[in-house]
C-alpha cells in the first residue's frame, strides 16, 4: 500500500526545516559553494578568466599534480591490506568470535559495496572540497523479479511460495494430467479385482500448472554511497555531524522515483517541480570539461524533477521539552511539503577533512593550500611564452608609407617585403627584454613553497604505507622527512575520524537489523554468521597500515623470525609445545605470503586450525527457485512410489491373514483327528493291560506297560508342538519393506 504525504496540522516543523535549510552550510549559492566550485576549476585546469586573445592562455596544473600525488600514497595505507578493521574481544571467550566479526565487516565493506571505490572518491573529495562525505544506511529496498513455470504439480506450485520472498500471482493456467491419472486408475481396478477395499485410498490432485509470477525478495543489506559534497547540508554551529542540530541530503530526483520510494502517485504527481538554478552548481563545473550540461527538457511529466530534502533535525515532537532526533523527508525547493516525519537514532553520515580545523566543522582541502601557488606559477609562465614569442618575433619599427604592411605581416620563409627605400632606413627591429633568467627561479621557488605546503616533493613521493604501525621497532624508529610527517598527518586524521566513525556505523548497523543467518565466504571457508550474536561484545579498533618498514624489510624480518621458530620446534622434538606452535609458523608465513603481493594465502599453507574442517565438505548454498521445484519433483516421485508400496503391501497382508486363517483350521482339524486316534489307543491299551492282569502273563503285561507309555509320550508332544504352531500363525503380521517386491 503505497504511503500518503504527512498533513502536518503544526506549521512550525516547516518553518523550522524551511529555516534551516536556507541557512545550512552548503545551501545553494553560499561562500562554500562558491569555494568549492573554485577548488573544482583548478584541479581541472579550467581556464584563469584573465586570459587575452592572442597572449599565451597556459595554465599550471599544481592542484591537480599535488592531489593525484598524495591520493596514491594514502589509499596505500589503508588498502594495504583486505582488513582495514578488526575487532578486539572484550574477554578470552570471545577471540573466535571476534576474528569471525572482523572477516565479516571487511567482507562488507570490500565485497558488499565497491570498498576501493568508496574510498577513492571519500579521499578526492576531502582532498580538493575541503571535506568529502559517505552515506551508511540499511538498505530495505525490494527487488522485483518476473518468472514463468510449465507443467508444475500442486506441490511443486506450493514449494514457489516455500521462500522468504513476496510471491504475488500475475497468471495462472490449470489443466488435468491425463496420464497420471489413467495410470492411477488402473492400479485401482486392478488391486478392486483382487476383491481388495480401495476406499481408504486417497486420490491424489492431478492438476497441473502453467503460471507467471511477480517475485518480490527484500534486499536488506547495509549500503555505502559516496555523497557529493554539494548535497550535504549542516547547520552553521555544528562541530561534527553527530551533534548536529540540523543534517541534510539533498538530491534531485524524478517523479518516478519518489514513487518507487512507496509514496502516493496522485499526491507525488502534486509536488512541485524544481526551480532551483541547478547550472550554479559544483556538479556543472565536474561536468563542463565533458560536455555542455544538458538543458533538461522532461518528456514526461514522471521524469520531471523535483528537489528532495532527507534531514535529521532535533526538535521537541511530542512536547516534554527535550528534542528528539527525527528523520523528515521534504519536498520542494525549500522542503515545505513534507514526505514523511519519523524518529530515529542515527545520523548515517561520516565525514573526513585533512587539515581540520578546530572548533569547525569544515576544514582546509589540499586544493586551498596550492591555488593562489597555481595562480602565480600560470601568470609567470604565460609572461615568460610571451616573453619568447617576442624574443623571436620582434616587433618592428616603419616609416609609415614606405613598407607594404601585408608583405610585413606575412612571416614566411623566403618572404619578400617589399619597401621604397633601403630597409635600414624604413625599418627598425624592437628588441624584448628576456626574462627567463628571472622567470625560472621563481619558478623553483613557487614549487619548493609548495611542497613546504602539501609535504609533496620530487624527492620523496608520500610515505610508506607500513609506517604508521607504532607497535614494532621499524616503525617507531623510521627517520621521516617533513614530507613523510605531512603526509602521515593526514592518513592518521582520516583513520581516527571518518574511516573509523564509517566501520563503526557498519558494525552498529549489522548488530541492530541483521538478524537472519547468512552464509558467506570468510577465510576460504563458507561460515555462516548472524551479527545480532555480537552485541555488547567487542571494541572496534581501526588497524592502518599493517606491517612494518618497506616490503622487502618485512619480508626479511619475518624470515629471521621463521628460521628461529623452526630451530626452536626442532628442539621440542617436532611436538606442540607453549614456546613454538604449528600456529605460530602459520602466522608467521601468512604475513611473508601478504608483503609479497598475493592474498590468497590459503592456496600456499593451510591454516593448522582448518586442517581438520577441511577434510568436510563446506556447507551447501541455499537452494534456488528452480532447485527447490525440482527438490519437489523427486519428492513427489518418491511419495508416490511409496504409495504404491503401500498398496502392495496392503495387499499382501489381506493375503498373509486368509492364509493364517487357512491353517489355523487345517491345524485344529489334524488336532482333532490325532485325539481321536489317542482315545482309541489308550482304551485298547488298558483293555489289553486288564487281559494281562488277569491271565498273570508278566511278560505281555510289560509290553503292554511299554505300548502305553508310549502313546502317553505322544499325546504331550503334539499337545506341545500344537501351540507354537497357533502362536506363529496368530503374531506379528508381515512387516512392511520386508516383502520379496522390494522397498
Known amino acids: 500500500m503505497a504511503k500518503k504525504i504527512i498533513e502536518i496540522a503544526d506549521p512550525k516543523l516547516r518553518s523550522i526545516l524551511s529555516n534551516q535549510i536556507r541557512n545550512a552550510l552548503g545551501y545553494l549559492g553560499g561562500q562554500l559553494s562558491q569555494s568549492r566550485k573554485k577548488s573544482i576549476e583548478y584541479y581541472l585546469g579550467d581556464k584563469l578568466g584573465t586570459e587575452i586573445d592572442g597572449r599565451s592562455q597556459v595554465v599550471s596544473t599544481d ?60 579521499f578526492k573529495d576531502a582532498l ?52 497420471a491419472k489413467e495410470a492411477f486408475d488402473k492400479q485401482i481396478e486392478a488391486l478392486e479385482a483382487q476383491g481388495l477395499d480401495t476406499s481408504q485410498i486417497q486420490k491424489p490432485n492431478f492438476n497441473l500448472y502453467n503460471c507467471k509470477i511477480k517475485r518480490i525478495t527484500k534486499q536488506g543489506k547495509i549500503k555505502i554511497e559516496s555523497v557529493p559534497p554539494e548535497e550535504f547540508l549542516i547547520d552553521r554551529t555544528a562541530k561534527s555531524i553527530d551533534d548536529a542540530e540540523f543534517v541534510s541530503h539533498k538530491v534531485l530526483m524524478t517523479r518516478s522515483e519518489i514513487i518507487e520510494m512507496g509514496f502516493d502517485e496522485e499526491e507525488v504527481m502534486q509536488l512541485p517541480t524544481s526551480s532551483v538554478d541547478i547550472y550554479n552548481n559544483e556538479e556543472i563545473v565536474r561536468q563542463r570539461n565533458i560536455d555542455e550540461y544538458p538543458v533538461d527538457t522532461p518528456a514526461d511529466k514522471s521524469t520531471e524533477k523535483v528537489l528532495v530534502y532527507e534531514s535529521y533535525i532535533r526538535y521537541d515532537a511530542d512536547g516534554d521539552g527535550i528534542a528528539e532526533l527525527r528523520k523528515i523527508i521534504s519536498a520542494g525547493d525549500d522542503g515545505y511539503t513534507v514526505l514523511e516525519n519519523m524518529p530515529c537514532d542515527n545520523i548515517p553520515f561520516v565525514t573526513i577533512t585533512p587539515i581540520p580545523m578546530p572548533h569547525r566543522f569544515y576544514g582546509r582541502s589540499i586544493s586551498e593550500l596550492v591555488e593562489d601557488i597555481q595562480l602565480m606559477k600560470s601568470t609567470v609562465m604565460r609572461q615568460l611564452l610571451d616573453n619568447m614569442y617576442l624574443t623571436n618575433n620582434n616587433r618592428v619599427a616603419i616609416m609609415d608609407g614606405m613598407v607594404n604592411m601585408d608583405d610585413l605581416l606575412t612571416t614566411r620563409p623566403g618572404g619578400v617585403v617589399r619597401t621604397k627605400q633601403p630597409p635600414s632606413q624604413v625599418m627598425q627591429p624592437l628588441q624584448a627584454q628576456p626574462i627567463s633568467q628571472q622567470a625560472f627561479p621563481l619558478l623553483s621557488y613557487l614549487d619548493s613553497v609548495r611542497e613546504v605546503r602539501t609535504g609533496i616533493s620530487k624527492q620523496v613521493q608520500g610515505l610508506d604505507p607500513n609506517t604508521l604501525n607504532a607497535k614494532t621497532a621499524t616503525g617507531v624508529n623510521a627517520l621521516m622527512t617533513q614530507t613523510q610527517m605531512r603526509s602521515e598527518l593526514i592518513a592518521r586524521i582520516f583513520a581516527e575520524t571518518g574511516v573509523k ?12 537489523y541483521q538478524d537472519k543467518e547468512r552464509v558467506v565466504m570468510l577465510n576460504n571457508q563458507y561460515v555462516p554468521v548472524k551479527p545480532t550474536e555480537w552485541k555488547d561484545k567487542f571494541n572496534i579498533n581501526i588497524v592502518v597500515g599493517l606491517g612494518t618498514g618497506s616490503k622487502e624489510q618485512q619480508i626479511l624480518l619475518l624470515n629471521n623470525i621463521l628460521e628461529r621458530q623452526i630451530q626452536a620446534f626442532s628442539l621440542q622434538g617436532g611436538k606442540e609445545m607453549p614456546m613454538v606452535t604449528l600456529k605460530n609458523m602459520y602466522n608467521t608465513l601468512s604475513k611473508i605470503i601478504e608483503n609479497a603481493g598475493l592474498k590468497n594465502v590459503e592456496s600456499y599453507f593451510v591454516d593448522p586450525d582448518l586442517g581438520k574442517q577441511m577434510m568436510q565438505p563446506p556447507a551447501p548454498p541455499p537452494l534456488t527457485p528452480i532447485e527447490k521445484i525440482e527438490f519437489t519433483r523427486i519428492d513427489s516421485e518418491n511419495k508416490r512410489k511409496i504409495a504404491d508400496l503401500e498398496l502392495q503391501y496392503q495387499e499382501l497382508q489381506q493375503k498373509s ?18 485325539n481321536t486316534q489317542l482315545d482309541t489307543a489308550k482304551l485298547k491299551a488298558d483293555a489289553d493291560l486288564d487281559k494281562m492282569i488277569m491271565s498273570g502273563n508278566s511278560k505281555i503285561l510289560e509290553q503292554a506297560q511299554k505300548s502305553a507309555n508310549m502313546f502317553s509320550q505322544q499325546v504331550q508332544n503334539l499337545n506341545g508342538n500344537q501351540r507354537p504352531s497357533q502362536e ?16
Not at 133 to 148: G, M, P
Not at 657 to 673: C, G, N, P, R
Not at 729 to 734: A, D, F, H, L
Open 657 to 674: 491373514q486368509e492364509m493364517a486363517l487357512e491353517f489355523e483350521a487345517k491345524i485344529k482339524e489334524m488336532a482333532l483327528k490325532y
Open 728 to 743: 506363529i500363525t496368530r503374531g506379528k503380521p508381515i512387516q512392511p519393506g520386508k516383502t520379496d517386491i522390494g522397498e
Open 63 to 122: 592542484v591537480s599534480d599535488t592531489v593525484e600525488s598524495i591520493l596514491p600514497n594514502l589509499l596505500r595505507i589503508f588498502t594495504a591490506s583486505d582488513k582495514v578493521v578488526r575487532c578486539d574481544p572484550v574477554t578470552a571467550e570471545d577471540v573466535p568470535l571476534a576474528d569471525q566479526a572482523t572477516a565479516y565487516i571487511n567482507h562488507v565493506f570490500y565485497k558488499d559495496n565497491n570498498g576501493f571505490q568508496l574510498l577513492y572518491n571519500f
Open 128 to 179: 580538493i572540497e575541503k571535506n568529502g562525505f559517505l552515506k551508511i544506511y540499511y538498505d530495505e529496498s525490494e527487488k522485483v523479479e518476473h518468472e514463468t513455470y510449465k507443467n508444475l504439480t500442486q506441490a511443486e506450485k506450493d514449494a514457489l511460495n516455500d521462500t522468504q520472498d513476496e510471491i504475488e500471482e500475475v497468471e495462472e493456467e490449470v489443466f488435468e494430467d491425463e496420464k
Open 501 to 512: 566513525d564509517l566501520f563503526r556505523k557498519i558494525f552498529e548497523l549489522m548488530v541492530k
